[in-house]
C-alpha cells in the first residue's frame, strides 16, 4: 500500500510512503480489538472505590429485641446494615487489570490500523517541528490539513516538545508516539497523522516476533 506524504502546507510533495500490508492491510480482528481495549480501560481504572460494612461502624452489638414473637423481623445488633449503618458485600479496593498475551495486543493494533487505512482516515505528513511551542502554529496546521474532523491523532517518530506544547490546549487533537502507539488512542481518533520517519518505527514495533 502507498500513500502520498504531505507537507505541512497540506501540499502534496510528490514522496509515497510504502507501507507494509501485513500490519496496515491486515483484516481486522474485531474480538482482538475488543479485548486489547478492555484491558487498556480496566488498567487504567483506580480501583479506590470503598464504603464502610458493619463491622467498621461504631455502635453497640447488644441484641435490640427477642428472636420470636415480636411479629417483626430478627435483628442481631444496631449495625444491621438494614438500618443504615454500613453496606453489606460493598465495593473494596482492588485491581482490575488483566494480562493479554503479547501476540494477540500485536494484533489488536494491526486490526485498528488496517482499520483506519480501510476507512482512508490514515494521512501521511513528512517529518517537521515548531521552533518555539504556540498553539498557533497547532491550528495552521490543521487548517492546511483541511480535515473535517477535530479528533486528530498526531504519531510522530520521537516526542517532539514543542509539537506537544504547541497542541495540549486544542481539544481532540492528541499527539503520540510510535512506539507507544496503542489500539484505544488509533480508534478514538477520526484522523490518524502519521509522520514519515514514525512509520518504520511501528512496522519494526507490530513486526516483532
Given at each position: 500500500?502507498?500513500?502520498?506524504?504531505?507537507?505541512?502546507?497540506?501540499?502534496?510533495?510528490?514522496?509515497?510512503?510504502?507501507?507494509?500490508?501485513?500490519?496496515?492491510?491486515?483484516t481486522?480482528?474485531?474480538?482482538?480489538?475488543?479485548?486489547?481495549?478492555?484491558?487498556?480501560?480496566?488498567?487504567?481504572?483506580q480501583?479506590?472505590?470503598?464504603?464502610?460494612?458493619?463491622?467498621?461502624?461504631?455502635?453497640?452489638?447488644?441484641?435490640?429485641?427477642?428472636?420470636?414473637?415480636?411479629?417483626?423481623?430478627?435483628?442481631?445488633?444496631?449495625?444491621?446494615?438494614?438500618?443504615?449503618?454500613?453496606?453489606?458485600?460493598?465495593?473494596?479496593?482492588?485491581?482490575?487489570?488483566?494480562?493479554?498475551n503479547?501476540?494477540?495486543?500485536?494484533?489488536?493494533?494491526?486490526?485498528?490500523?488496517?482499520?483506519?487505512?480501510?476507512?482512508?482516515?490514515?494521512?501521511?505528513?513528512?517529518?517537521?517541528?515548531?521552533?518555539?511551542?504556540?498553539?498557533?502554529?497547532?491550528?495552521?496546521?490543521?487548517?492546511n490539513?483541511?480535515?473535517?474532523?477535530?479528533?486528530?491523532?498526531?504519531?510522530?517518530?520521537?516526542?517532539?516538545?514543542?509539537?506537544?506544547?504547541?497542541?495540549?490546549?486544542?481539544?481532540?487533537?492528541?499527539?503520540?508516539?510510535?512506539?507507544?502507539?496503542?489500539?484505544?488512542?488509533?480508534?478514538?481518533?477520526?484522523?490518524?497523522?502519521?509522520?514519515?520517519?514514525?512509520?518504520?518505527?511501528?512496522?519494526?514495533?507490530?513486526?516483532?516476533?
Amino acid at each position: 500500500m502507498e500513500l502520498n506524504i504531505i507537507n505541512t502546507k497540506g501540499k502534496e510533495t510528490g514522496k509515497k510512503a510504502k507501507l507494509n500490508d501485513e500490519i496496515f492491510a491486515i483484516t481486522p480482528n474485531d474480538h482482538a480489538i475488543y479485548l486489547d481495549v478492555k484491558q487498556i480501560q480496566a488498567n487504567g481504572r483506580q480501583g479506590t472505590h470503598k464504603v464502610k460494612e458493619r463491622n467498621e461502624h461504631s455502635g453497640s452489638t447488644k441484641k435490640l429485641k427477642r428472636q420470636k414473637g415480636t411479629g417483626g423481623a430478627r435483628a442481631g445488633s444496631i449495625k444491621n446494615p438494614v438500618y443504615g449503618n454500613g453496606r453489606a458485600h460493598g465495593p473494596r479496593p482492588r485491581d482490575y487489570g488483566f494480562k493479554l498475551n503479547i501476540k494477540l495486543k500485536r494484533l489488536a493494533r494491526k486490526s485498528a490500523l488496517s482499520q483506519k487505512a480501510l476507512d482512508k482516515k490514515i494521512t501521511i505528513i513528512e517529518d517537521f517541528t515548531f521552533e518555539a511551542p504556540k498553539t498557533k502554529q497547532c491550528i495552521e496546521l490543521l487548517q492546511n490539513m483541511s480535515f473535517d474532523t477535530r479528533k486528530v491523532l498526531l504519531v510522530l517518530s520521537n516526542m517532539d516538545k514543542n509539537v506537544i506544547l504547541s497542541s495540549r490546549n486544542l481539544e481532540g487533537f492528541k499527539v503520540a508516539q510510535a512506539s507507544d502507539l496503542n489500539t484505544l488512542d488509533i480508534l478514538n481518533c477520526s484522523q490518524l497523522v502519521l509522520s514519515e520517519k514514525s512509520i518504520p518505527v511501528i512496522e519494526t514495533v507490530l513486526s516483532a516476533q
